[in-house]
Structures are given as structure tokens and as C-alpha cells.
């Protein structure tokens, strides 16, 4: 796949360390000659060292031949500016981070694929890991539904029990599904006789979310600090 991404700073360059382990053909574009210059020197790719919203730079970086574009900067002007470009040249995908939530719609229009900004997502991600340690992982999804992972503790309710008997013993609502089961180097698809064990890392959708109810069938304690 060949990718073209727009700035190298924190975000992007960490986009680019991805993109380059999965094998990737990336092109970046930073506007920032001493980030150019950074990013050049890590990483084996091209770097263009100009702006992005100038359609002679994304003809130099092979708009024409790309099959992704990722907007990284922390300014929702210069990454809309640049997806308008990059629609000219039908690139198919189009991905973007945002800063400002009002901004959202705009981009959604242009037909981009949208991460809320990024130090917001970070900051929820530190305040769950102390309001609800258990929680290895979380993915917020509409409604207050969400996807989380839990590790089973000793003292869990379901430790030792078939999903089945579970749900009979009424310790999983309607509500709730787990998705997975992850155990040691091993990931097992749940079904209704799947034994849950201490230690199995699951990942779980809650419609209601991850409630101390909820979260207590898992460890076996309120989890809510």
C-alpha cells in the first residue's frame, strides 16, 4: 500500500513507525525543516520537506499513485485543506485527526475516516486507568456503550464457569457479550461452554458500559476508585 503522510511530529511519527513494519510505501510531507530532517534521518523513506495544502507538494509525494493519506498536524485547517487536495487526486482513503470536536461534520463531509483529538483521548484514557483499574483497554461507542478489556480475577463470580452458566446464574445481562477470551499466547472464541478462567484476559461489549455491576463479575470487587 502506498501512503502518503502528512507530518511528522508525535502522531505522525509514530503512524510512520507502523506503516513502515507492516511493510508499507511511505512518502511524508513536513513543513518543519527540522522535523523533516529528524524524520529523514530515522526513517527509510521520503521525506519531502514542504507544505502539504500546495498541490505541487502532493504531486511531488505521488498523490496520483496513492492509496492513503493520513493527516497528523494539530491544525484542523491545514489537515482539511490537505483531504480537499487529496480528493482531486482520488486518493480512496482519506484519514485525519481532529482537534476541535465542532470540526468533526466538516470532515466527516469531506469523507474522512476521523480521530477526535488526540490529547483528549489520552487524558480519558489516564483518568479511566485510576477511576477503574481492572479496565486494561477501552473503546467508547455511542450511546455509552462500550468495548473493554478485563482480566479475571481469583475471587471473580464467573471464574470457573461455562459462559452458559453464567448466563443462567444470571452474572452476564442481556446486555453484555463477551467477545473474546485471551489466555496466555492463545485467543479463544467464546462460546456457551467456554469455561472462564482466573487470569483470562477478555474483551467485553456492555451496552450499558463498564458499571461496577458488571465489572464485579469479573474481578469479584467494586472497581470504582
Request: hydrophobic letters at 45%.
Amino acid at each position: 500500500m502506498y501512503v502518503i503522510i502528512v507530518g511528522a511530529g508525535n502522531i505522525g511519527s509514530q503512524v510512520l513507525e507502523l506503516a513502515e513494519q507492516t511493510r508499507n510505501e511511505v512518502v511524508v510531507i513536513e513543513r518543519d525543516p527540522d522535523v523533516a530532517d529528524r524524520a529523514g534521518r530515522r526513517h527509510d523513506c521520503l521525506v519531502i520537506n514542504a507544505d502539504a495544502t500546495e498541490k505541487e507538494t502532493l504531486e511531488d509525494a505521488g498523490a496520483a499513485q496513492a492509496d492513503a493519506i493520513i493527516c497528523t498536524t494539530d491544525e484542523d485547517a491545514t489537515n482539511i485543506m490537505c483531504l480537499l487536495l487529496a480528493k482531486e487526486f482520488e486518493i480512496p482513503s482519506l484519514v485525519t485527526v481532529v482537534q476541535n470536536p465542532e470540526h468533526m461534520n466538516v470532515f466527516r463531509q469531506i469523507g474522512a475516516n476521523v480521530l477526535e483529538n488526540p490529547q483528549r483521548l489520552i487524558a480519558e484514557y489516564l483518568f479511566r486507568a485510576v477511576q477503574r483499574p481492572a479496565i486494561k483497554d477501552f473503546m467508547s461507542l455511542a450511546g455509552g456503550a462500550e468495548v473493554f478489556e478485563v482480566t479475571v480475577t481469583d475471587t471473580a463470580p464467573i471464574a470457573g464457569k461455562s459462559l452458559h452458566e453464567a448466563d443462567g446464574a444470571d452474572l452476564i445481562p442481556e446486555d453484555v457479550l463477551v467477545v473474546a477470551v485471551e489466555r496466555g499466547e492463545t485467543v479463544v472464541t467464546p462460546r456457551g461452554g467456554t469455561i472462564v478462567e482466573a487470569g483470562d484476559l477478555l474483551t467485553v461489549f456492555s451496552r450499558e458500559g463498564a458499571t461496577d455491576g458488571i465489572l464485579r463479575t469479573f474481578t469479584g470487587t467494586d472497581t470504582e476508585q
